[in-house]
């Protein structure tokens, strides 16, 4: 049963303090979501990556936030400075995406809940 | 920017009666709509989806409706049972556009 793996599943810290969050995606997954679940927002796209490459890290702040694919099974989230209002849960997916029959379902991971004190 | 929303944030039905959760989105080039469900501690699941040349797909007791010409769609749960209680996120996207976006969720609660 093939699944999508985060770590860590809760994260605490301090203002100021780095935070990395870690996705492994289904084996053979092209694509890579990362999400951002807040109480008003739903599930915000932050940034995906397709083979690896960023394709759109729009929904990300530049400024405090990057993304990463070591390699094909991990992808890295990383905010430093973390704030209070980083607090969320985050989210990966994986998708295996243009191959063959068109199929746009993502396959999520159970998240990473982050509380930034 | 909200191309997609769920303007309940919350439903409340009765076991065995139907649950009809709803979803309007803003951007006409979306073609492809998908309905996740999610239970607490647990990250989103894929229960159905529509392409925008249908106007219905059913899967057993989850039928999806797709209103092109109103930008809607809606989830049909007949008959509504408690297991089914959780959030459902509506979603779209574009073809050859990886981009879905999410609605804000509904949390669906059946009570027995």
């Known amino acids: 049963d093939a699944r999508v793996t985060q770590t860590p599943r809760h994260k605490v810290t301090e203002m100021g303090q780095e935070v990395t969050m870690r996705c492994q995606p289904i084996l053979g997954h092209n694509t890579v979501f990362w999400y951002r679940q807040t109480m008003m927002q739903g599930l915000e796209l932050l940034a995906y990556?397709?083979?690896?490459?960023?394709?759109?890290d729009s929904g990300m702040p530049k400024d405090r936030f990057s993304a990463e694919m070591p390699d094909a099974t991990l992808a890295t989230l990383k905010i430093q400075p973390s704030e209070p209002r980083d607090s969320a849960v985050y989210f990966c997916a994986s998708a295996a995406l243009g191959r063959g029959p068109r199929t746009d379902t993502q396959y999520f991971g159970p998240g990473t809940r982050l509380t930034v004190l | 920017d909200q191309q997609v929303k769920q303007n309940s944030p919350s439903l409340s039905v009765q076991e065995g009666r139907i649950s009809i959760l709803n979803c309007d989105y803003t951007n006409s080039m979306f073609d492809y709509f998908l309905w996740y469900k999610k239970y607490p501690a647990e990250g989103p699941t894929f229960l159905i989806s529509?392409?925008?040349?249908?106007d219905k797909n059913e899967d057993g007791r989850f039928t999806v409706f797709l209103n092109k010409s109103a930008k809607h769609l809606s989830l049909h749960i007949v008959p509504s049972q408690p297991g089914d209680s959780a959030v459902y996120f509506c979603?779209?996207?574009?073809?050859?556009?990886?981009?879905?976006?999410f609605g804000a969720g509904t949390r669906l609660t059946v009570k027995p």
């Open positions: 979603a779209a996207t574009q073809y050859n556009n990886n981009d879905m976006r």
């Open positions: 529509i392409s925008s040349i249908k």
């Open positions: 990556f397709r083979n690896r490459a960023p394709l759109d």
